[in-house]
């Protein structure tokens, strides 16, 4: 009695040379059964090889799953009497902080991002009505109506570049406490900020200026997005290299390089820039992460600032002069 492998085998020689009879009839090409089978080598064997025995291999050693560093995430403070969801949250939130740190930095910067936009919000009560004609600045903007510090005591305009100015200034604020985050988490933390602030502009954008056009909203918000780099870096060079660098910044970004501007003004946002980050550096994690965080504004500068400085009474000193020869240049001809 043949064996199963070998009917096996025998049908599929069978319907290989079949196939081969086929190619051959379709392509009228004229081969010999020596060419046939060169061309199709695996016909020449009648039945099926057969199998190698299996070989026994090592099996490799499992290597236990490394234990990941401490990774200064935040530890919530639940109290005693909290509700069976927010300890459950904590219990979610200690065994997968992967997964919950994007949820929690969403739901954070939100809160953050509308603090820093309030010291500038504005109004335009033309906006709501229909017929009337939205008041403009001599650059073109819609102009405002604005109450606070920066508006009233500083002089800026209310306007939508200006609105955007100022919350951008609070953002780099806390996008510097930011950067001290553990390398995981920052970048999640950074990248909301931004979102939450183009869904902020762009809703400006709609209710306040009616801008219906998605293209031109669009448009806007990627200009937005290049002067926040733009201003970052500036920011970052001015708190490195001195407050003379760090208020020619505030003065090209926020006043627009107004020639005009009151520098004990401008002095009071640089010293304000400063206590603030001071502030959020001596801030703990769980504060900042809880959106518990509120600005004032810099007139509570205005005593520091308004200071004499001592340097202001030190009499210059002259440059030592050489008594030595002089070198003597010469013309050279062109």
Known sequence: MASITHCYSCLRLLRQRSL???????????????????????????FASKAPPNKSYPAA???????????????????????????????????APGITETYIAYG?????????????????????????????????????????????????????????QITFLHMYLLTVRMRCFPPDHAPAWHQHMIDHFSYLAEDRMVVTHNIAARMVRNRYLKDLFV???????????????????????????????????????????????????????????EVLTSGDVVFGDPESEAALVGLRSKGMDQKFKEPAVSSGPQPQLQATAI
Not at 22 to 46: C, Y
Not at 116 to 140: F, L, N
């Open 20 to 46: 081969g009879f086929r190619l051959q009839q379709n392509q009228k090409v004229t081969s010999t059964s020596e060419d046939f089978l060169r061309t199709f080598p695996i016909i020449a064997r009648p």
């Open 61 to 95: 050693p499992i290597k236990p799953p490394k234990s990941d560093p401490p990774s200064g995430k935040v530890d919530f403070k639940i109290p005693d009497n909290a509700s069976p969801t927010q300890k459950l949250a904590r219990e979610v939130r200690e065994r």
């Open 108 to 164: 954070v910067t939100e809160i953050l991002v509308k603090e820093c936009a309030r010291h500038g919000d504005y109004t335009i009560p033309q906006a709501s009505e229909k017929g009337i004609e939205i008041p403009k600045t001599k650059d073109g903007e819609d102009l405002g109506v604005g109450k606070g510090w920066w508006y009233k005591e500083l002089g800026l305009t209310p306007t939508f570049n200006n609105w955007a």
């Open 227 to 285: 002067q926040w780099r733009g201003l970052t870096a500036a920011y970052d060079e001015g708190l490195v290299q001195g407050d003379a660098t760090l208020a020619a910044a505030v003065w090209r970004n926020v006043l627009k390089a107004n020639e005009d501007v009151d520098l004990r003004r401008l002095g009071q946002i640089v010293s304000y820039m400063r206590n603030v980050l001071n502030k959020l550096d001596n801030m703990e994690d």
